[in-house]
């Protein structure tokens, strides 16, 4: 019974992490928020270290969460080529 037990706490706690991993970045900042403020309320933690405990459940996780990481590239090309930039089209044919 107590294995089942210990067994069914670690995969509740594997749930957990992967909902909060894959869950929206904006819906993880207010549930980090909520939950660092209950702690508070419930006098487990004082503001301050409620404080950096929202900031540290809030953070993403690397990949898969497209927020804050900065890997992806600007919308619009830096440099174009020259020949767009005359208004011609690279993949256009002209038979002349």
């Known amino acids: 019974m107590t294995q089942q037990l210990i067994v069914g706490l670690i995969v ?20 980090a928020h909520r939950l660092a403020a209950g702690t508070h ?13 929202a900031a ?11 927020d804050s990481c900065g890997s992806c590239g600007p ?5 174009k080529p020259e020949s767009e930039k005359a208004g011609h089209s690279p993949l256009s044919t002209h038979s002349r």
């Open 12 to 31: 509740a706690a594997a749930a957990f992490y992967a909902v909060w991993r894959w869950m929206p970045a904006g819906w993880r900042r207010g549930a």
């Open 41 to 53: 309320r419930a006098g487990l933690v004082d503001q301050e270290r409620a404080a950096q405990l």
């Open 75 to 79: 919308k619009t090309p830096a440099n």
């Open 56 to 66: 540290s459940l809030a953070k993403t996780s690397g990949c898969g969460s497209c």
